[in-house]
T-cell receptor, first 109, second 116 residues
Framework: GENVEQHPSTLSVQEGDSAVIKCTYSDSASNYFPWYKQELGKRPQLIIDIRSNVGEKKDQRIAVTLNKTAKHFSLHITETQPEDSAVYFCAVSGNQFYFGTGTSLTVIP | GAVVSQHPSRVICKSGTSVKIECRSLDFQATTMFWYRQFPKQSLMLMATSNEGSKATYEQGVEKDKFLINHASLTLSTLTVTSAHPEDSSFYIC????????????FGPGTRLTVT
């Protein structure tokens, strides 16, 4: 099966700085890579996704990059704000859907 | 849109009783729905994949006779926790796949189950 690793598990940044979270996967057949943001006690919200035929996708302060050869993809958040504080999960989908272990991001005002 | 509702949001039940959780896709039809369990500060653990009109596919280690899943229509899937025990206390979240084969999942708000 798929093996999804996510790093770091916790991340603290100063407001205005950038945050980067990385995920690696093992199944070369995986072709869909979403990122979810989950606030405490709430549902995961899809914030950005990328498919295997694209290397990079950007949506305002959020971007995702994909390196299919190396089997890793990353979430980039620029100009971080306190409301970006949450747990972020990557996921990998091919034949099945697998979540990463999560990254707890804290943006310090 | 892609809105998924889940009911109830919180439930407290006694050991030995059964609890039913409903998951509905409100503005789209979902041929596939998923049930997850989440422990505090942990990732989502897939319990089962629910396909409309057929039996659910359970992940390894998940007891199908304890966690009954029914997907009777394209907008409704239910999870029944039978003979609940305190160790079943958890946050249960459903999700629905909006476009078959395109993989995007949209999540319900979750159900906090506490078994006393």
């Amino acid at each position: 099966g798929e093996n999804v690793e996510q790093h770091p598990s916790t991340l603290s940044v100063q407001e205005g700085d950038s945050a980067v979270i990385k995920c690696t996967y093992s199944d070369s057949a995986s072709n869909y890579f979403p990122w979810y943001k989950q606030e405490l006690g709430k549902r995961p919200q899809l914030i950005i996704d990328i498919r295997s035929n694209v290397g990079e996708k950007k949506d305002q302060r959020i971007a995702v990059t994909l390196n299919k050869t190396a089997k890793h993809f990353s979430l980039h958040i620029t100009e971080t704000q306190p409301e970006d504080s949450a747990v972020y999960f990557c996921a990998v989908s091919g034949n099945q859907f697998y979540f990463g272990t999560g990254t707890s991001l804290t943006v310090i005002p | 849109g892609a809105v998924v509702s889940q009911h109830p949001s919180r439930v407290i039940c006694k050991s030995g009783t059964s609890v039913k959780i409903e998951c509905r896709s409100l503005d789209f039809q979902a041929t596939t729905m998923f049930w997850y369990r989440q422990f505090p500060k942990q990732s989502l653990m897939l319990m089962a994949t629910s396909n409309e009109g057929s039996k659910a596919t359970y992940e390894q280690g998940v007891e199908k006779d304890k966690f009954l899943i029914n997907h009777a229509s394209l907008t409704l899937s239910t999870l029944t926790v039978t003979s609940a025990h305190p160790e079943d206390s958890s946050f249960y979240i459903c999700s629905a796949e909006k476009n078959r084969g395109f993989h995007e999942q949209y999540f319900g708000p979750g159900t906090r189950l506490t078994v006393t």
